[in-house]
Nanobody, 121 residues
C-alpha cells in the first residue's frame, strides 16, 4: 500500500496563500489523488480530485477560482495551491489515493495524516 505525507500547512492571514504537498511512497507510483478538508467540528469533505495523468475530475465550488490542484509524477507529489484564503478555509487538509478509479471519495484506499491550515487575522 502507499504511504502519503502532507505538508505545507501553516497559520496565515485572510487573503494569504499556501501550497500544500502530498508525497507518495510505495509500490504504486501513479494513482488518483484527492484533497480533502476537515474543519473543526465538521465532517470531512472533498476539495479536489486529480487523476494519475493530471486530469481534474472534481473541484469544490468553494475552491474554484482560488485553488489549483496539480501534480509532478516524477516527484510522486501532488499539490494544492491555495490563494485568497479566508477564515472558512481553516481545516486539516488530507490527501488520499485510489489506484483503481479516476474518481475520489471518502472510501479511498490510503490517507495521509493531514496538515493543518489556520486562517486568522
Amino acid at each position: 500500500q502507499l504511504a502519503l505525507v502532507e505538508s505545507g500547512g501553516d497559520l496565515v492571514q485572510p487573503g494569504g496563500s499556501l501550497r500544500l504537498s502530498c508525497v507518495a511512497s510505495g509500490p504504486m507510483k501513479y494513482v488518483t489523488i484527492g484533497w480533502f478538508l476537515q474543519a473543526p467540528g465538521k465532517e470531512r469533505e472533498m476539495v479536489s480530485c486529480i487523476t494519475a495523468r493530471g486530469r481534474i475530475t472534481h473541484q469544490a465550488e468553494s475552491a474554484k477560482g482560488r485553488f489549483t490542484t496539480y501534480r509532478e509524477n516524477d516527484k510522486k507529489t501532488a499539490y494544492l495551491q491555495m490563494n485568497n484564503l479566508n477564515v472558512e478555509d481553516t481545516a486539516v487538509y488530507y490527501c488520499a489515493e485510489d489506484g483503481q478509479s479516476t474518481e475520489c471519495s471518502a472510501d479511498m484506499t490510503d490517507w495521509g495524516k493531514g496538515t493543518s491550515v489556520t486562517v486568522s487575522s
